[in-house]
């Protein structure tokens, strides 16, 4: 192998570096067991996560494919991650 060329990475790298990132695991763990939560109680039940710690990790697993968001016209507006 030349000096310049990267030796093969595993191919679970990407998926480990997102499960460790912080909260992940809560996230998922609650959701698991509560199924679908609004964000606001999501929030409470993760006690000492911020807002905005809270909607990256949510979008993040969203764009992951791992979670699914479902809107709900409601008055107040209901989005439930599933």
């Known amino acids: 192998m030349k000096p310049t060329e990267k030796?093969?990475?595993c191919p679970l790298t990407p998926l480990l570096t997102m499960l460790t990132g912080p909260w992940t695991?809560?996230?998922l763990w609650v959701l698991s067991t509560f199924?679908?939560?609004r964000f606001g109680v999501l929030k409470r039940q993760l006690d000492g996560v911020s807002s905005k710690v809270l909607t990256g990790r949510l979008r993040m697993l969203e764009e992951s494919g791992v979670i699914d968001r479902t809107y709900k016209p409601t008055i107040p507006p209901e989005v439930i991650p599933i």
């Open 25 to 27: 695991l809560h996230i």
């Open 35 to 37: 199924g679908p939560t």
């Open 7 to 9: 030796p093969n990475t």
